[in-house]
């Protein structure tokens, strides 16, 4: 590539010359390439160790003058092709023209300019064309070397590189480690000895950080073939951190299977870093964005614009908070230094007023913030808070005017003083500096504006009893007041909340301190449940964003039916029957609705068990719109990956939970480990919030703390009740029995403060004995686990959640491919190994159209919801590099037709792709078949479908050469025609015999269930059912074969006479069917019929001239097909067709054909060729350069 002209002040050491004319000269790196002795290994060593092959190419042209000992590096390459490029255009543009000057500091001059100019159109033409900022020239050359070194493609982008040691064995290979988006790579090369190593992310199964006495400080990567250590790094932590980063991203990929794509809509800086990718900020970016949005509960469009620290007034404290402020594009968001001690979030829509205050010694550099309520904010100590104010005004002026968020719209909300200056606020990794570019805010999609179809009947409308109260209002308001002492601390409960409300303030722009968690440890009053849940969860913002939008979705749910529908009427009445909200059809109703909007709204997740037990809680405090974006919320981040198809995220958090017993509980671990228990217990625990298994009332407090804390409050209280059983724990010695401890200890955790009569526990029913426990109150377990689980973090929980993300997805990939091959074992001949190893190979064709778009989306490709067997598939291209390197038939050139034709075969629904089991199946016939079934597939693929019309053709393109007879009826028409007759007389055989017995088998219902489970079985196929082949068909079937033997080394004569001589004998047989065909439909007065031909004649005669025809044939075809195919066949007829009975009778005749076809033949080698061939292509494309260097 060209690069920014560069001095260069000795042209010799390290490169040697390999092309030159007065100006300029080519040279090549020493020991790059074959040669170079003993200072070309020195050479190569060097430029591994001290980073030289990532920042000079192997390739440099040079600027040379006369009278000048500086030289000029005007172009380098990682190929001979593309440094020859460049000097070809050099010579060809500048040469003459350079030649013309007389100064030679005006040549340097101009051709300095003319490669400053090239560049400059380069990097244009890129911008415009891609829209995305160009890497620093460093990073784009180890970018190539990457591609180069490992034969990656172009779609493939490196995020970032370091210099690092990789242990073989205990030798450790100082090199380069490549981290790219879809796979970790590895280059050392020391002394000759060369270390290659190339692992995709998908396959990654543990990756950790560790110390160890053998390798100090390294990482680790594990995989299901072995383990690779990698040490002496720079900066370990940020290395680690991005190899988290990018193996989370192939997780999700293996679960959601999308792709990985680069948001456009981040905010970008105005300069280019030195030595850092705009993938890699783009990839800081996304990880600032997600703790954001987790921190303060916010929606996965919301995108993080820039934080700075300041000071907060906090009024209730009377003192200034140190923190940090954040901006986005619909919140202005702060935290406090110190943990717990002060949280706020306010909503752009709330805003009304932006002013600069006063600034004083006491009081540096203040904002206020006002909003609609009358609420104000000042925050201080702001780093060029012009900058700040203008950047608020400026969301504030792209913030939509949504009636539902009041009568005053955010546009004209009064910024006072909105003048422009330069800000240090921290974005995306780097600083706000100058003028900022503007971030484009995503449009409202579609599916969130309300429907205007109002003419149609309304399922959903505000007369409904649940759209505007829970369900438990609705039961408890023509209830009597209650005055005893239950009562009367529930209204102290209230009461202290309101107090609070009063001075920390009450909605979304609540002041949240140690004292919110305070009163939400202490119980929740029933009366304000709902709207603290929306309120911590963060779901009012998002309801208050999407105004209309539940009831449309409702509207547009109703009476459609699917798997999920169905699975929620069956569940409908399982959830909280106990609880008398959902013993009639006001709840059941209300239930149904909100289930089936989520499932329309999100088809990826649909329906999960306990969803509705969780929802069913959700709808007694809380409306039904309410509790659908509580769900939203609860389902989308709360949770995520709880409730899709595999239960992903609570099979992450039941490992989390074991890692937990063990460092917080060791000595009960190990045993529950021998037992089998934790497994079982903390899917149900974790799944439905412990709804199912304590008592509602008990229950419904942890529910409290959750929306306020997130998970880790389960995974508290759940070691806490693991740690007050312990003893009796240890005294198990089976499952059941511990089963058996825990369900009884969980259904006497009783809520001593609830008012209200309680709701009997449905599993406290069933199993309760003749001693219950003694009762424990919720409210000192929830205590007690706080007390004793205190260090428990919530980044320590999101550590750990990853390192078990990667063994469970791994998992549960293991158990679909143990499925799979299961299954295939009785489908196929293959052996289990073959399987799995033929199973690796589709997966990762399948998972390389993901990585580099080979057409079509990654959701047309894998449909989790279809059986194990139909989940990956691949397209045409992709089945015939398989089929090209696992084929049991070696056609050479026609390899490819013929994979094209099985690929039609096998895509019967013709929707582009196919998936493991029909290639399987096919495979297992080509090498396991006997004769017959090898001989019927190879027939079959040259009918059609699997024949192109533009194949069938091509023979007879040839015939038409000579003659101008128009070409007759097709035979599939004639075969039509051939066979109605037979369908016909078969219906009336039918009609006949059904009409003799009607009445009978009219009375006999069991006759018609007989007759419909005969239809729905499958039918084999037989021979007599293939249709007939004619003309065309059977010249390319001569074709194919004679393309199969070519591959044969030693009965290659034997196989070419022997179908040369079935040839000859089934063209004649063709003849003989033809001249009985045209007699029985044209009589004595048609074509002059042709002389009597012996057997044995025919068979001397006409040997040895169809081999020369279809030798011919096949021949050109393996050309290219070019220019017109002669053959002894002057004209293809319709009339003329063969049986599959007839071929396959007449191979029958040829010993060597049929050694051939009943040849065993092995896959395994095929599997470890195809295994290779990724390395050996590696391999080529890092020694092209050298093969070409053989050529000057």
């Known amino acids: 590539m060209w690069i920014h002209p560069e001095e260069v002040l000795l042209a010799g050491p390290l490169w040697v010359s390999e092309r030159a004319n007065p100006f300029f000269i080519l040279q090549r790196r020493r020991g790059h390439g074959r040669g170079g002795g003993l200072s070309g290994l020195l ?11 990532a920042r000079v190419a192997p390739y440099r042209i040079l600027l040379q003058t006369a009278d000048s000992q500086i030289f000029w590096n005007v172009a380098c390459g990682s190929s001979r092709k593309e440094i020859t490029e460049h000097w070809d255009w050099l010579e060809a543009n500048l040469l003459q023209t350079v030649a013309t000057f007389d100064n030679d500091s005006d040549v340097a001059t101009f051709v300095r300019g003319k490669i400053s100019g090239l560049i400059a159109e380069e990097k244009r033409a890129t911008t415009g064309h891609d829209g995305q900022e160009e890497d620093c020239s460093k990073f784009q050359e180890a970018q190539l070397k990457m591609r180069k070194l490992f034969g990656m493609p172009e779609e493939e982008k490196l995020v970032n590189y370091y210099s690092c040691s990789y242990w073989k064995g205990r030798v450790p290979r100082q090199g380069w480690l490549y981290l790219s988006v879809n796979h970790l790579c590895f280059y050392s090369f020391l002394l000759g000895k060369e270390v290659t190593l190339v692992v995709p992310w998908t396959e990654v199964t543990q990756l950790e950080k560790n110390a160890t006495l053998l390798f100090p400080e390294s990482v680790r990567v594990r995989t299901r073939v072995g383990e690779h250590f990698f040490s002496v790094f720079l900066n370990i932590n940020d290395t ?6 990018l193996a989370n991203m192939a997780m999700r990929q293996l679960l959601d299977n999308e792709a990985f794509a680069a948001d456009l809509s ?73 943990e717990d001690l002060c949280q706020l979030i306010i909503p752009l829509r709330e805003v009304s007023i932006v002013e600069k205050a006063d600034s004083s010694s006491v009081l540096p550099c203040p904002v206020s913030i006002s909003t609609k309520n009358k609420i104000n904010f000042l925050f201080a100590n702001l780093k060029d808070r012009d900058f700040l104010v203008q950047r608020i005004s400026d969301f504030l002026q792209r913030t939509p005017d949504d009636s539902s968020w009041g009568d005053v719209s955010p546009l004209a ?26 971030v484009v805010l995503l449009p409202r999609p579609p599916y969130l504006q309300a429907s205007s179809g109002g003419a149609k009947e309304r399922h959903y409308h505000p007369d409904v009893p649940t759209a505007t109260q829970g369900l438990l209002q609705l039961y408890h308001k023509d209830a009597p007041e209650d005055l005893g002492p239950k009562a009367m601390k529930e209204k102290m409960k209230e009461e202290a909340w309101n107090i609070h409300f009063s001075e920390f303030g009450r909605g979304v722009c609540m002041y949240r301190t140690s004292k919110s968690r305070e009163l939400v440890l202490g119980g929740i009053p029933e009366r304000l449940r709902g709207e603290l849940w929306l309120l911590f969860s963060g779901a009012r913002n998002e309801m208050s964003m999407h105004a209309g939008y539940y009831g449309d979705l409702v509207e547009r749910a109703a009476g459609l ?32 609705r909100v289930l089936t909007a989520y499932a329309h709204r999100n088809p990826g997740i649909g329906y999960c068990q306990a969803m509705n037990i969780v929802t069913s809680v959700l709808l007694l405090y809380c409306t039904e719109e309410e509790a659908f974006w509580l769900l939203v919320a609860l389902c989308e981040r709360m949770l995520p990956d709880y409730y899709n198809t595999r239960v992903v995220g609570a099979l992450v958090d039941q490992g989390v939970f074991e890692d937990l017993t063990r460092a917080f509980l060791p000595l009960l671990y190990q045993h529950m480990q021998d037992l089998g228990v934790i497994s079982t217990i903390s899917l149900s625990w974790f799944l439905t919030l412990f709804l199912s298994v304590m008592p509602f009332d008990s229950a419904v407090v942890l529910v409290d703390c959750f929306f306020y804390e997130g998970i880790k409050v389960i995974f508290q209280v759940a070691l806490a009740v693991l740690h007050d059983n312990m003893d009796a724990l240890l005294a198990c010695s089976d499952e059941g029995e511990a089963m058996t401890v825990l369900g009884r200890y969980l259904d006497h955790v009783v809520n001593k403060q609830i008012a209200t009569p309680p709701v009997p526990h449905l599993h406290a029913l069933l199993t309760g004995g003749d001693e219950p426990p003694p009762e424990i109150d919720i409210f000192e377990l929830v205590q007690s686990s706080y007390e004793k689980f205190s260090g428990l973090r919530s980044d320590v929980i999101e550590q750990m959640r990853f390192k078990q993300r990667l063994k469970v997805i791994q998992s549960l990939e293991d158990t679909a491919k143990r499925s799979v091959v299961r299954a295939m074992v009785t489908e196929s001949a293959f052996g289990m190994e073959e399987l799995e190893e033929l199973y690796c190979l589709f997966k990762a064709r399948h998972m390389s159209s993901r990585y580099w778009g080979s057409g079509g989306t990654a959701a047309e490709r894998h449909d989790p919801s279809l059986p194990y067997l139909e989940q990956y598939r691949i397209d045409a291209a992709q089945f015939s590099q398989l089929f090209c390197a696992l084929a049991a038939w070696r056609c050479a050139g026609h390899a490819p037709v013929l994979a094209g034709r099985l690929f039609r075969t096998l895509d019967r629904d013709r929707d582009g792709l196919v998936n493991f089991k029909e290639f399987v199946t096919a495979l297992s016939g080509m090498y396991h078949g006997d004769m017959t079934d090898k001989l019927k597939l190879l027939y079959k693929l040259h009918l059609p479908p699997a024949l192109c019309p533009e194949e069938a053709e091509s023979a007879l393109e040839a015939a038409n050469f000579f003659t101008d007879d128009t070409p007759k009826e097709s035979s599939v028409l004639s075969l039509k025609d051939s066979f109605a007759p037979q369908q016909v007389t078969a219906g009336e055989d039918a009609n006949a015999e059904s009409d003799g017995s009607s009445e009978e088998k009219k009375e006999d219902y069991r006759y018609y269930l007989r007759m419909w489970a005969k239809e729905k079985e499958p039918k084999q196929e037989s021979i007599k059912d293939l249709p007939r082949m004619n003309q065309e068909q059977f010249i390319e079937l001569c074709k194919s074969l004679y393309n199969m033997f070519s591959e044969e080394e030693h009965d290659e004569q034997q196989l070419y006479h022997a179908i040369a001589t079935v040839a000859s ?108 061939r990724r390395a050996a292509e590696r391999q080529s494309s890092s020694a092209s350069s050298d093969r070409e260097r053989g050529d000057t």
């Not at 680690?240 to 980063?245: D, G, I, N, R, V």
């Not at 003849?1071 to 029985?1080: P, S």
């Not at 396959?1144 to 290779?1172: G, H, N, W």
Request: net charge neutral; aromatic share 8%.
């Open 561 to 592: 039916c699917s798997l999920a529908t169905e699975e929620i009427e069956r569940d409908l009445h399982r959830s909280m029957p106990e609880h008398r909200a959902f013993q009639n059809e006001t709840g059941i109703g209300a239930l149904r």
């Open 1065 to 1172: 004998l089934l063209l004649r047989i063709g003849e003989v069917g033809k001249k009985f065909n045209n007699g029985d439909r044209q009589g004595a007065a048609g074509r002059q019929a042709p002389a009597d031909i012996r057997p044995e004649e025919a068979r001397d005669d006409t040997s040895a001239s169809s081999f020369s025809t279809l030798s011919d044939d096949a021949s050109s075809a393996d050309e290219g097909g070019e220019g017109p195919r002669r053959r002894r066949v002057s004209v293809a007829d319709a009339d003329w067709s063969v049986t599959f009975e007839q071929v396959l009778a007449s191979m029958l005749t040829e010993p060597a054909l049929v050694d051939y076809f009943e040849r065993k033949r092995s896959i395994q080698a095929r599997i470890a060729a195809c295994q290779t």
């Open 266 to 338: 981040l905010p970008k800086p105005r300069k280019t870093l030195k030595n850092v990718s705009a993938l890699k900020r783009d990839l800081d970016a996304r990880a600032k964005n997600e703790r954001y949005r987790s921190t303060f509960r916010l929606t996965q469009d919301e995108r993080l614009d820039g934080h700075t620290d300041c000071t907060l007034w906090t009024p209730f404290a009377k003192m200034h908070v140190v923190g940090q402020l954040f901006i986005s594009n619909n919140y202005i968001c702060f935290r406090s230094r110190e």
């Open 43 to 53: 050479v190569g060593t060097l430029d591994v160790v001290l980073d030289s092959s």
């Open 413 to 438: 909300a009064a910024v006072r003083s909105p003048h422009s200056f330069a800000c240090h606020l921290s974005v995306c990794g780097q600083h706000w500096e100058g003028v900022f570019k503007v």
């Open 240 to 245: 680690f951190k991005l190899m988290e980063q």
